[in-house]
């Protein structure tokens, strides 16, 4: 048979735990992905108005532009962490930790501005301006009193 020494040598080698960094980088692409999946209903509202003898409707899709920059915050997020690794003021998870709040606020953000346009929306067709500033996702639609029916 074998030496008794050969039975000790472990099998499998343990793997290392991994970092604090990479903990931090996994639930920061967690978090973005649901922070992106919930500012979409954020994003998407429509409402109709009536004045003069006009119907105003508009339609609010999810922005691409807020998806983009939720994005964009979370990696430069991750990359200036990854340059200030080990740095001692603003280390990686103090940087990883701002770019979370980044991505929370820009979540926020998007919520807020739902009954902002949608306000602003509704006064502004009711004191006459027929076409008013709105963000790029959002699409108006005007039918006359001869079409409304």
Not at 72 to 82: E, I, N, T
Not at 121 to 131: I, L, R
């Amino acid at each position: 048979m074998g030496d008794a020494g050969e039975l000790t040598e472990p099998v499998l080698r343990p793997r290392p735990e991994p970092s604090q960094f990479t903990k931090d980088a996994r639930w920061l692409v967690v978090i973005v992905a649901l922070c992106i999946l919930v500012q979409q209903p954020g994003s998407t509202w429509s409402t109709t108005f009536f004045h003069a003898g006009q119907e105003f409707d508009f339609r609010s899709s999810p922005a691409l532009g807020t998806t983009l920059l939720t994005v964009a915050v979370a990696v430069g997020g991750f990359l200036v962490a990854v340059a200030r690794r080990g740095a001692s003021r603003f280390d990686e998870h103090t940087v990883m930790g701002l770019a979370l709040a980044g991505v929370l606020g820009l979540t926020v953000v998007v919520w807020l501005l739902m009954p902002v346009q949608m306000t602003w929306v509704q006064w502004a067709v009711e004191h006459g301006q027929a076409h008013p500033f709105v963000l790029g996702n959002v699409v108006e639609t005007t039918r006359y009193a001869d079409s409304i029916g």
